[in-house]
Structures are given as structure tokens and as C-alpha cells.
């Protein structure tokens, strides 16, 4: 099964949210509304929790985990991910912060404790250190990943058509009764 219980919390999925059947998403888990999850997709809220905004897309074969908390990290790191995200194939993010507005490209790591701030993009194959910032409105590139250049207006403007486009996509798989 595609969503499942750890130790008493149920993952809790908004209105129109896609979870494809291959995918798992376990424990504490908040998918928002017009999300989707595709498939061999984890998301593991199993030591801590995940959020995930709205119109939000991760894609096939992505893992999306936490930091715990421990002795050698007192509160540990949730995942918090904001809206109109869209995470590329084979992208893992762990025990970070994403905010509103981001395209995170293929093959993408993001390690514990960092922040990436609204409407960044980051190029393929990225690595992003525990605890680095990515700070807004810049294209970020390499591993480790480095500042590129500033935003162009047109690549803004792809973040909420990205996310809508997912939306419809998602929206077509649940009218065709293929989901969770």
C-alpha cells in the first residue's frame, strides 16, 4: 500500500492530491492540495515530519527523508517544502528546508539543514551541503553547488507553469482512477 501508518500517525493528503500506487509515503506526512507523488517515489516521516505545499510535484524515483533528533542533534532537521515545487526524477532531499517557487533538477541532493529560499532553481545533478543557504532569485550549479547567475524573468515564470502543468498531468492520472 502506497500510503502507510508509523506508530499511529497516517500520512494526510489534501484535496486532489496524486500518489502513485508504486510510491510510499509513511507516517508523519502532509501532502497540500494539487500535489503529486509519481511513481518508486519515498517519502518517510518515520523520525520526524515532512510538509509539502501546494501544487507541489516530486517526481519518479525521488527520497525524501529527515534528520532525527539524537544526541548529536538535539531537535534534528524536518523536510519542509513549500509551493509550486517541482523536484525532479532521482532528486533526494534530506532534513531541509525548500521554500515557495523552486525547480530542483535531476539527480539533485540536498542535504540536512539547508535552506533554499524562494524561486531558485538548481541545476542537475547538484549537491547542496548540510546547512548551506541558496539564497532567492539565482540559478545554483555543481557539487558542491554553486551560486551561477541571476534568474532570467521567463525561467520565473516557469515555476508556477511548471506546477500547474503537473497539476493537470496529475489531474488526468486521477480521472483515469490511476493513484493510491
Not at 501508518?5 to 508504486?22: E, H, I, M, R, S
Not at 523520525?47 to 538535539?74: A, C, K, W, Y
Request: with cysteine; net charge negative; proline share 5%.
Amino acid at each position: 500500500m502506497a500510503i502507510r501508518k508509523y506508530q499511529g500517525t497516517t500520512p494526510t493528503l489534501g484535496n486532489k492530491v496524486f500518489v502513485d500506487a508504486t510510491a510510499v509515503v509513511i507516517g508523519d506526512v502532509v501532502l497540500g492540495d494539487d500535489s503529486s507523488v509519481w511513481p518508486l517515489t519515498v517519502i518517510r516521516g518515520d523520525m520526524h515530519r515532512i510538509r509539502i505545499g501546494e501544487r507541489t510535484s516530486v517526481q519518479d524515483g525521488s527520497v525524501l527523508h529527515i534528520t532525527h533528533t539524537g544526541p548529536f542533534n538535539p531537535d534534528g532537521f524536518p523536510l519542509l517544502i513549500g509551493d509550486d515545487v517541482t523536484i525532479g526524477h532521482k532528486v533526494m532531499l534530506h532534513g531541509c528546508t525548500v521554500g515557495n517557487r523552486i525547480l530542483i533538477g535531476m539527480g539533485s541532493t540536498v542535504m540536512d539543514g539547508a535552506v533554499i529560499e524562494d524561486e531558485v532553481i538548481i541545476g542537475a545533478g547538484s549537491l547542496v551541503p548540510p546547512g548551506r543557504v541558496l539564497e532567492s532569485g539565482f540559478l545554483y550549479v555543481g557539487s558542491p553547488a554553486k551560486q551561477a547567475r541571476p534568474l532570467t524573468e521567463k525561467e520565473r515564470a516557469f515555476f508556477t507553469y511548471s506546477a500547474a502543468n503537473y497539476v493537470r498531468l496529475k489531474d488526468q492520472h486521477l480521472a483515469e482512477g490511476y493513484d493510491s
